[in-house]
C-alpha cells in the first residue's frame, strides 16, 4: 500500500492513554477507539443500511472484540458488527497444532494430529501488510472490502510508557481503515468451539512522520474523506 501522507497527532490528557500499559512492543495497532454515533457514521460513510442495533461509544476495541464495519453486503453498503482479526494461514496454524502435539508427546500422550489442527484455537490477524501473499489475495476483490470507522487509535512503545494514541486532532473526528472482512468458521476460543463469523482487518502501510517515531513498522492505511471511502469499496 501507498504510503500515509495524513498529518496525525498524538492524544494527550484522555482515559485512552492506560488501556494498553504492559503489552509487548511486538503488538502493532491492537487497539483503537469509536466514540462518535451511529448518526455520523452512517453519513461519514454513506451506508444505506444499518443492522448494528444500539451502537455504544466503544473507547477501547481490542482484537476478536466486536465492532462497526460498513462492508458491501449484497449490493448494499451496511454499517454491521464483526470481529476484529481475519482467518491466520493455514501455515500459522499448522505450527501452532504441531507446537502443541509436541508438549503432548513428551507427556507420553499421541495425540490425533487432524482433529488438533482442527480445533487449534485461531484469534485472527489483525493487520494485514502483506498483499502479495496467497493467503490474503482471495480477499482483496470489491466483495470483500471493507472500510473501518474510528476516531483515535494507539501503537506501543515501552519507552514512551505504553499505548501511544494517535488521531486526526484533538477534537477526535472520524475516519476509517481500509479493510478486508470475510465470513468464517474456525475456534477462536477453545470455549467458544467451533463458530462461525463475519471477521475483519485492516491494511498497514509505511509510517508517516508523526508515528513513526513512536511504531516505525507499519500504520493503518487511513481514509479521511466520502470519496476516499467510496472508492475503497469499489
Known amino acids: 500500500m501507498g504510503r500515509n501522507n495524513l498529518r496525525f497527532s498524538q492524544c494527550n490528557g484522555r482515559s485512552e492513554s492506560n488501556l494498553r500499559r504492559g503489552l509487548p512492543a511486538s503488538l502493532m495497532c ?10 455520523a457514521i452512517i453519513e461519514f460513510t454513506r451506508a444505506m443500511r444499518d ?3 444500539n451502537l455504544p461509544p466503544l473507547p477501547g476495541i481490542f482484537p476478536d472484540y466486536k465492532a462497526p464495519v460498513v462492508a458491501n ?3 448494499v453498503r451496511e454499517l454491521c458488527l464483526m470481529r476484529w482479526g481475519m482467518p491466520s494461514s493455514q501455515k500459522a496454524l499448522l505450527d501452532a497444532a504441531t507446537k502443541r502435539a509436541d508438549k503432548l508427546r513428551a507427556k507420553r500422550t499421541e495425540p490425533d494430529f487432524k482433529e488438533l489442527l482442527r480445533r487449534e484455537p485461531d484469534a485472527g490477524v489483525t493487520n494485514i501488510r502483506n498483499t502479495s501473499s496467497k493467503h490474503w489475495k482471495r480477499w482483496l476483490g470489491v466483495e470483500n472490502r471493507c472500510v473501518v470507522p474510528f ?36 475456534v477462536r476460543k477453545v470455549k467458544e468451539g467451533e463458530t462461525t463469523n463475519d471477521l475483519f482487518g485492516f491494511l498497514t502501510t509505511e509510517p508517516n512522520d508523526v ?6 513498522k507499519a500504520m493503518p492505511v487511513i481514509l479521511t ?7 475503497a469499496s469499489r
Open 30 to 39: 491492537n487497539l483503537y477507539s469509536i466514540t462518535k454515533g451511529q448518526a
Open 51 to 53: 443492522t448494528t442495533g
Open 73 to 75: 453486503r449484497g449490493g
Open 151 to 186: 476516531t483515535s487509535f494507539s501503537e506501543f512503545n515501552k519507552a514512551e510508557g505504553g499505548a501511544v494514541w494517535f488521531a486526526l486532532d484533538d477534537s477526535r473526528p472520524l475516519a476509517a481503515f481500509a479493510g478486508v472482512w470475510t465470513n468464517w468458521t474456525s
Open 211 to 216: 508515528v513513526a517515531p513512536i511504531h516505525a
Open 225 to 231: 474523506k466520502p470519496d476516499e471511502i467510496d472508492g
